[in-house]
């Protein structure tokens, strides 16, 4: 029987933190991870990726760019996370957006049987609304939320502008991520 992970998945720096917990298939592969923290984080995949685990980088490799940098990137189309994940390998990175560095924590909190009525993945919890890309990292989300709550702030209507409009940092929709985990990996 295939062992069901559940992962909680933290973006590091975050006061309250944002967070997702998540079931996963223990033989998924790390861009089938990768696609599952974009879609229950709330992220665009608009910027490159890398997993470290145990020192082991794991990404999407470029051939060309790889070895003209001496980049030692496992490409992470091709490995699962059993195949890398030792048992007692509990905790390990993910990089999302080298210019604004959203690092997250993965926490595998357990192993759970398959239940063969649920689709993997599968989101089964989460707080708060992932900060908006290109907002200058952790230090620029938490200038932007002051100046989201500040309605006399100057720069608050370019912000709100450069948003689209209102932004709910309180907000986390748990069925919609469902449906997007489904309709990404279950069409």
Known sequence: MD???????SLR???PPIWRRVLVEKTMSFEHLHDTIQLVM???NSHLHEFTVN??????????????????????STV?????????DSRF????????????ELLIEKQLPRDGKTNYPFCVGGKLTCPPEDC???????????????????????MLSWLGGPYDAERFNQDAVNRQLAAHFHL
């Open 42 to 44: 709330g992220w665009r």
């Open 55 to 76: 020192g082991r980088r794991i990404g999407a490799t470029f051939d060309n760019l790889d070895a003209d940098y001496g980049v030692d990137l496992i490409d992470s």
């Open 13 to 15: 720096g975050t006061k």
């Open 80 to 88: 699962t996370l059993d195949s890398v994940l030792s048992p007692t």
């Open 136 to 158: 200058g990292g952790i230090p620029g989300f938490y200038e932007l939320l002051t100046i989201l709550a500040d309605k006399r702030h100057p720069e608050r209507k370019e």
């Open 3 to 9: 062992a069901i992970l559940q992962i909680k998945i």
């Open 93 to 104: 990175m993910y990089l999302y957006d080298f210019g604004d560095s959203w690092e997250h």
